[in-house]
C-alpha cells in the first residue's frame, strides 16, 4: 500500500476558544434568530387567521388577482 499525505489541519490558533461568543457577550438573541421568530409569527397568524375565516382566501386571491392586473396595466 502507497502512504497518503496527511491533510494539513486549518490553521485555528486565531479563533476564540468554543463558547467565547467572539466578544458579543450571551446576552439576547442573534439577529438572525429574531427575523426567523417573527416570519415563523406572521405564517402561524396567517395560517390561524384562514383557519377561522375560511372567506379569507377567496378574498386574498381576488386582492392579488386585482393587483396582478394592475400591474400589467
Known amino acids: 500500500m502507497t502512504e497518503r499525505a496527511q491533510e494539513l ?4 490558533s486565531h479563533r476564540p476558544p468554543a ?6 457577550g450571551n446576552g439576547g438573541w442573534r439577529g438572525s434568530a429574531v427575523w426567523e421568530f417573527l416570519g415563523m409569527a406572521l405564517v402561524a397568524s396567517g395560517l390561524c387567521l384562514a383557519v377561522v375565516s375560511p372567506d379569507l382566501r377567496t378574498a386574498v386571491v ?12
Open 9 to 12: 489541519a486549518p490553521d485555528v
Open 19 to 24: 463558547g467565547a461568543g467572539g466578544g458579543r
Open 62 to 73: 381576488h386582492t392579488l388577482a386585482a393587483t396582478a392586473v394592475e400591474l400589467a396595466s
